[in-house]
Nanobody
Framework: QVQLVESGGGLVQPGGSLRLSCAAS????????MRWYRRAPGKEREFVAA???????NYEDSVKGRFTISRNNAENAVYLQMNDLKPEDTAVYYC????????WGQGTQVTVSS
């Protein structure tokens, strides 16, 4: 029943912005930590950002000051605002819900290129 659906990816120029969304269903969304991960071509998946049920946030060092994670419990959604995008941010971005088991969305492609 747990489902996570990412959206908002696309092609942007270096320095541009994107806002990713993750729509969640099948669990009591407001109680759980939500995370964003990404996997760049030819590389392993890496942590990007997390937000707890009490809005405590954590970020991977390379995105600090550029990315902002937020959640809207009324909408059962978590967001990732990405500013000042760099070519090295190109990856598939995945939404992750830390429940008793960990659930993953299908990912949304972000490509940063001139």
């Amino acid at each position: 029943q747990v489902q996570l659906v990412e959206s908002g990816g696309g092609l942007v120029q270096p320095g541009g912005s994107l806002r990713l969304s993750c729509a969640a269903s099948g669990f009591t969304f407001s109680r759980y930590v939500m995370r964003w991960y990404r996997r760049a071509p030819g590389k392993e998946r890496e942590f990007v950002a997390a937000i707890t049920a009490t809005d405590k946030t954590n970020y991977e060092d390379s995105v600090k000051g550029r990315f902002t994670i937020s959640r809207n419990n009324a909408e059962n959604a978590v967001y990732l605002q990405m500013n000042d995008l760099k070519p090295e941010d190109t990856a598939v971005y995945y939404c992750n819900a830390l429940l008793a088991a960990v659930y993953w969305g299908q990912g949304t492609q972000v490509t940063v290129s001139s």
